[in-house]
């Protein structure tokens, strides 16, 4: 045995010398790389990340400042350099007068209460009226000179098509044109909302978007006037509290004015311009206005400002008639709520949007949705949620289908054994067709008894309620 496990020895000797033999010697192994760490000061570096590059903060101190004045175009009501709201109902001429203050500035002429006017200007942007049809002859009606009024018709694409203006977009090409023009006092945005991208009721969103129509006034020295709506419901209230959307709208505008048809001294309906808002002047006082028709040119017909007497007073006082009955129902939350709803359904999310703008809370808008019996509806797995108003009378309708649901329930029932029968131990035959079994318990409502009108609340209908209501 030895010698076979000495066999590949032998082998190995009879190939090699023994010189060769002593002087063998196995290769030498590979020493492993050393593990190089980084200096200590360079090690922070790998182990944190790297700082985030923030951009510079300008500061300013009070005593470099060099106090300055407002810049009035229209003392009190029109500032250059600053945003401005102009809000009303459908059909109070908001849009005519604005383009009266275009013909007062076009002519320096003078302001409904003596005061003179710069002379400028003025570039209009309407995604509602025809220039050529609607704002040019309103303009002429007013007696504005036309070489001073300026129209926004879109902006020339790269193959050199003309594309519809949009305000949320085209600012900065818009700051380069008045620059090229020159001179422009007075720029009007109707609807102003378009100015927003996003969600106009969300308040960051609009303020986000507001900002750069509030530094293009600034830059070019103009004074920008935003024309809008008024929400539905709120009568009664704060007028600057109804422009449509979030509040924000009236929060970056420094001057809100609102135009309303109210009852006159005599009992006759007039309209007024109230100040609604202002962070820069007096926030109160106003003027009354007419709406009239001229034929500026033969054929072409338009309507124009004519202004009236100034009035005293806050706009709520102003835009109230005083001999009316206080509509109560209409100052709370659930006469602004169904204000809302009036003309159809409304996503959630809008409804307390309008109301928190309007001065309601969240609980409020609950409260009164429940008083109403507002319908909620879900959109789809990812829709949000609908809120609309029922029929005049929400309770009839609830217990409507309240009575529906038991007549379903019941519907989908067998036909109940004879009550005398006893309900058999293991199951038995009690009409034809019908058998129960023992397992047909609560257990096969989910451990639950079936619904009954005692589980719907004590005012559900009975049949003889239901045929009545029905």
């Known amino acids: 045995m030895n010698d076979r496990l000495h066999a590949p020895n032998a082998a190995l000797d009879d190939m090699m010398t023994k010189e060769q033999v002593v002087a063998y010697r196995p290769p030498p192994r590979a020493t492993p790389q050393e593990t190089v760490f980084p200096p200590l000061e360079d090690a922070a570096d790998v182990l944190s990340p790297p700082r985030q590059q923030w951009r510079a903060v300008v500061l300013a101190c009070g005593a470099d400042l060099n106090p300055t004045p407002i810049r009035w175009l229209w003392p009190g009501w029109l500032a250059l350099g600053k945003l401005h709201i102009l809000a009303g109902a459908p059909g109070q001429g908001?849009?005519?007068?604005?383009?009266?203050?275009?013909?007062?500035?076009t002519l320096g002429g003078s302001w409904p209460d003596g005061e003179r006017s710069t002379l400028g200007n003025v570039l209009i942007w309407s995604g509602e009226d025809d220039p050529a049809d609607t704002l040019l002859p309103r303009l002429l009606a007013m007696g504005a000179d036309r070489q001073r009024c300026h129209f926004i018709k879109g902006t020339r694409g790269e193959d050199g098509s003309i594309n519809p203006f949009d305000p949320a977009t085209d600012l900065p090409g818009l700051h380069d044109a008045i620059q090229a023009i020159g001179g422009i006092s007075l720029l009007i945005v109707d609807p102003v909302v378009s100015a927003v991208t996003g969600d106009s009721h969300k308040n960051t969103e609009v303020r986000r978007a507001l900002q750069p129509l509030v530094d293009m006034a600034d830059a070019c020295n103009c004074a920008v006037l935003g024309i809008t709506h008024f929400a539905k419901g709120g009568q009664g209230g704060d007028p600057a509290q109804r422009v449509v959307g979030s509040v924000a709208f009236t929060a970056?505008?420094?001057?809100?004015?609102?135009?309303?048809?109210?009852?006159?001294?005599?009992?006759?309906?007039?309209?007024?311009?109230?100040?609604?808002?202002?962070?820069?002047?007096?926030?109160?006082?106003?003027?009354?206005?007419?709406?009239?028709?001229?034929?500026?040119?033969?054929?072409?017909?338009?309507?124009?400002?004519?202004?009236?007497?100034?009035?005293?007073?806050?706009?709520?006082?102003?835009?109230?008639?005083?001999?009316?009955?206080?509509?109560?129902?209409?100052?709370?939350?659930?006469?602004?709520?169904?204000g809302l709803l009036t003309d159809g359904p409304m996503p959630a999310k809008a409804v307390f949007s309008d109301a928190t703008g309007a001065g309601y809370s969240r609980d409020q808008v609950q409260r009164a949705a429940r008083k109403l019996g507002v319908e909620r509806r879900k959109t789809g797995m990812n829709g949000g949620w609908v809120w609309a108003l029922c029929s005049e009378d929400g309770t009839k309708v609830a217990k409507v289908a309240k009575v529906a649901k038991m007549a379903r329930w019941k519907e989908s029932l067998p036909s109940a054994p004879p009550s005398a029968a006893p309900f058999p131990e293991d199951g038995a035959k009690v009409a034809e067709g019908c058998t129960f079994q023992k397992a047909a318990t609560f257990a096969t409502f989910g451990e639950k008894p079936p619904p009954s009108a005692q589980d719907e609340g004590d005012d559900t209908p009975t049949a003889p309620a239901l045929r009545e209501v029905l």
């Open 94 to 105: 908001k849009t005519t007068i604005a383009l009266a203050m275009a013909t007062t500035v």
């Open 252 to 338: 970056v505008a420094r001057v809100v004015m609102v135009a309303a048809k109210v009852q006159g001294e005599e009992g006759q309906d007039t309209r007024v311009l109230a100040r609604g808002k202002s962070n820069i002047g007096p926030d109160d006082g106003g003027f009354e206005y007419h709406l009239e028709q001229r034929e500026p040119i033969p054929g072409i017909h338009a309507s124009c400002i004519a202004w009236g007497k100034a009035v005293e007073g806050s706009a709520r006082d102003l835009l109230t008639n005083p001999d009316d009955e206080v509509d109560t129902e209409a100052q709370d939350a659930a006469g602004f709520l169904r």
